[in-house]
């Protein structure tokens, strides 16, 4: 063969060197001993990691212009990393709560100073400045009934026992079977019949209803000076006499004798504005007349009894029982006492009262003082009891929360303070607790091995001539109702 047509061995092709992009992602080959890819060239220092988003937060301080300095390039030693850490779990395990405002509603045309929920987690009731009882729906917020309780009325002469009268406290009844909302309209306990279903049907709701309500005027027995206004008439302490009642009839009975007063006009040359109360009619079926203005009403759990707090002066209150099946009222306490706030317990046949810096639980089957309370607060407020756990919270105007176990006395087991601000009420239940203030902020707090932890603090409603939240209600979906001074219920998911 000759020389020419001898096979020629072409060599091997030489592996191109690495280009820029190349050099962030090596081949192994040329990988050293210890190293590892990378992403980038940013990734191999740490203090280079979060270049981007640290860039990014600065061109937010510059462009937001704070007031203060931000911190956040300042180093974290291990110990403070683990202490952060931890505290982000710990709230994990405080959900679920509310975290945020899911409706605001705004009907009322005054401040608001209660709301309810129903016992089937279906409808809300309020009632305020106004003397409107209103039903609204939990789910959509839409408005079912509006009740006047209380109506305005120009009057021909000034009176002044007809001033200031609003509604100041709106329970529903607990039993499932009736359709019953209790109001406390400035010197009375009004009975209203919603004709709504709250398990049962509507027939047996109704039927129910007006068995519960339709008081024996023959079994009435009322205390001094009260007076309860039945369907079959009206009885009386002083007299013990039944006056036959015309039901049925929406007209008001007072005005015959409004109309044959003299006129008497204001300095707008007008009539005098007042208020008075309406009379029996197909919604307002029962009504308890009290001396004195009615400030707090609760229903016992078997929905037979309620309690109310009268003041009878400045600094006495009066506390009555009131039983609808037999139409009896009687006070447990022989004297007026500076009795804050009652609740019935509910695991024994006694009353939970606080006074301003101390309580105690009163047996009503006895009539003895059994155990005592030492929230050590300085002037308490509200207090309520969680139906599944039988906590008992105590809030006072000093801005501190107290919480006793299981009713157990005589020292809480947790006082929790947030501010100076004055707290206006409380609600307990499923382990939460809202606390609402004077300030417009509801404070939400979460009982765990005994002690009360910081939730979260829900801030939305105004304050209005230095009125803040005044009523707040669990629904039995992890709901919180809030209502305020500002006119406005809020519902919080």
């Known amino acids: 063969m000759a020389e020419n047509q001898a096979i020629r ?5 030489k592996q191109a060197y690495p280009q820029t992009q190349d050099s962030y992602n090596p081949p192994d080959e040329y990988l050293q001993e210890g190293q590892q890819r990378c992403k980038s060239l940013r990734t191999l220092r740490p203090e280079t990691q979060k270049l981007i988003q640290e860039r990014f937060n600065r061109q937010v301080d510059l462009f937001l212009a704070p007031r203060m300095r931000s911190n956040i390039n300042q180093a974290m030693s291990s110990d403070e990393y683990l202490q952060s850490q931890l505290q982000l779990s710990q709230k994990q395990l405080l959900k679920p709560h509310p975290m945020y405002c899911d409706m605001v509603i705004r009907s009322h045309t005054g401040r608001v100073n209660s709301v309810s929920i129903s016992p089937n987690n279906k409808f809300i009731a309020s009632g305020g400045k106004d003397g409107i009882l209103r039903i609204f729906e939990l789910a959509t917020g839409k408005l079912l009934k509006q009740i006047a309780l209380i109506r305005n009325k120009d009057l021909k002469v ?67 000076g009260w007076k309860w206004e039945c369907l079959q008439g009206t009885v009386t302490n002083e007299t013990e006499l039944i006056v036959a009642n015309p039901v049925a009839s929406e007209i008001d009975e007072e005005d015959p004798r409004f109309d044959n007063v003299k006129y008497q006009l204001n300095h707008n040359q007008k009539p005098e504005n007042v208020t008075i109360y309406t009379s029996l009619n197909s919604d ?9 203005t009615i400030n707090q009403i609760d229903f016992h759990q078997n929905g037979d009894y309620l309690l109310s707090l009268s003041n009878t002066t400045s600094r006495k209150t009066n506390l009555s029982i009131h039983r609808l099946s037999t139409g009896q009222s009687s006070n447990p306490f022989a004297k007026a006492l500076p009795i804050q706030s ?70 809480s087991d947790s006082r929790n303070h947030f501010s100076q ?14 606390v609402g203030g004077e300030d417009g902020i509801i404070q939400v707090m979460r009982i765990i091995d005994g002690k009360m932890v910081s939730c979260i603090a829900l801030a939305g409603h105004g304050v209005k001539n230095q009125i803040g939240v005044r009523g707040v209600a669990w629904g039995s979906g992890g709901e919180l109702v809030s209502c305020a001074g500002d006119g406005t219920i809020r519902i919080w998911r």
């Open 9 to 13: 061995m072409a060599p091997a092709p």
């Open 158 to 224: 000034t009176l002044d026992k007809y001033y200031n009268q609003e509604i100041f406290c709106v329970k529903f009844c607990p039993l499932r079977t009736v359709s019953v909302v209790a109001c406390a309209c400035a010197n009375q306990i009004v009975f209203v019949d919603l004709q709504l279903s709250m398990g049962l049907n509507l027939q047996d709701t109704k039927l129910n209803t007006r068995n519960l309500l339709n008081v024996d005027v023959s079994k009435v027995r009322p205390n001094k």
């Open 284 to 292: 307002v079926l029962l009504r308890i007349h009290s001396p004195n």
């Open 342 to 411: 009652a609740v019935f317990s509910l695991t024994s046949a006694s009353l939970i009262v606080f006074e301003q810096t101390t309580g105690f639980s009163f047996n009503l089957k006895t009539l003895v003082k059994e155990n005592e309370f030492h929230p050590h607060i300085k002037q308490i407020q509200k207090c309520a009891i969680n139906a599944a756990t039988n906590d008992l919270v105590v809030s006072g105007s000093t801005g501190a929360v107290a919480l006793f176990r299981f009713c157990a006395g005589p020292e």
């Open 421 to 434: 601000i004055q707290t206006a009420c409380v609600d307990c239940r499923y382990n939460l607790v809202a």
